[in-house]
């Protein structure tokens, strides 16, 4: 499990583009595929901070080629502002081909959209 401390080769940051403004306190979990197995394996849980980013998702030494995914609950986030929302979650699944790289992966969303990109 990933620890809240130190440096973190993966980062994300929502934003809630309709209302123009971080997401903050949206729950996410990481889970990263067994290859073997062909199951999702929880990493860690985490929610965002007032400025809708998530530090300390994973550490380096974890931080493994892989396939892994980040689960979004948007939905409890709309609902949270009393809001409906037409997704329930935003899934990304994305490859690490190596483990020494950085990656950022932000969440741009509003109650009927989603996207994403990789960031640096």
Known sequence: ???G?????LTTHVLNTGDGAPA?????SLHRLDPRLT?????TVANTNEDGRCPGLITSEAFTPGMYKL???????WESLGQSSFYPYAEIVFTVSDGDQ???VPLLMSRYSYSTYRGS
């Open 102 to 104: 950085r990656l950022h």
């Open 39 to 43: 199951i999702w394996s929880l990493v």
């Open 1 to 3: 499990m990933a620890s």
């Open 24 to 28: 903050a306190r949206m729950a996410l």
């Open 71 to 77: 689960r979004f609950e948007t939905g409890q986030y």
């Open 5 to 9: 401390k130190g440096f973190s080769p």
